[in-house]
């Protein structure tokens, strides 16, 4: 079985731009969320989307957005990057339950 | 504000003998907690978890114990392998729609 996969792999941006990053939960899982995990710390929660609508929000700004699609997929827009947005952005899918499964993640830099 | 800490950020523990993981949180609505293991270039994986009604959850080798009262958990692993050698970051969630996670602890069994 597929498990969540996230695309791309690396992503290098510059001050300023826009980024899409995208992700493929599990067959059947119908709950995405988003995390942003900075080096040296735990994976800071952004979003929740549940049969496409938002479940959760955390403390991020508006530059911040999600949406997810009727096959359950997602993607994750940052706009008017900023150094500080560099870090690993973490994608979990669950059926409905607790147990978030994750993906390797993206790895984005801002330059 | 950081509502769940792992104050301890690297353990080092003989093969065969316990590995104590600890977690304190500061929201008392928090109604779930769950414990993932975390390789380098891989997403977290989940281990285990406790519901705020339980005190106690094992499986296998690996038991989580939940003291509400001084808002602490702990994971205990027994016997350690070297295989177990990874980032563990303790996580909570109230509804399951937003997830609090801490900033790691990094274990290293040594054969």
């Known amino acids: 079985d597929a498990g969540v996969t996230q695309s791309p792999t690396h992503l290098i941006k510059t001050r300023g731009q826009h980024v899409t990053l995208r992700c493929s939960p599990i067959s059947g899982h119908k709950s995405v969320s988003w995390y942003q995990q900075v080096l040296g710390q735990g994976p800071q929660f952004i979003f929740q989307?549940?049969?496409?609508?938002?479940?959760g929000r955390g403390n991020f700004p508006d530059r911040f957005s999600a949406r997810q699609f009727p096959n359950y997929s997602s993607e994750l827009n940052v706009n008017a990057l900023l150094l500080g947005d560099s870090a690993l952005y973490l994608c979990?899918?669950?059926?409905?339950?607790?147990?978030?499964?994750f993906g390797p993640g993206t790895r984005l830099t801002v330059l | 504000d950081q509502q769940v800490k792992q104050n301890s950020p690297s353990l080092s523990v003989q093969e065969g003998r316990i590995s104590i993981l600890n977690c304190d949180y500061t929201?008392?609505?928090?109604?779930?907690f769950l414990w993932y293991k975390k390789y380098p270039a891989e997403g977290p994986t989940f281990l285990i978890s406790?519901?705020?009604?339980?005190d106690k959850n094992e499986d296998g080798r690996f038991t989580v114990f939940l003291n509400k009262s001084a808002k602490h958990l702990s994971l205990h692993i027994v016997p350690s392998q070297p295989g177990d050698s990874a980032v563990y970051f303790c996580a909570a969630t109230y509804n399951f729609n937003k997830f609090y996670f801490g900033s790691g602890t990094k274990l290293n069994v040594k054969p």
């Open positions: 989307y549940y049969e496409k609508e938002e479940r």
């Open positions: 406790i519901s705020s009604i339980k």
């Open positions: 929201n008392s609505m928090f109604d779930y």
């Open positions: 979990a899918s669950s059926f409905v339950t607790e147990e978030q499964f």
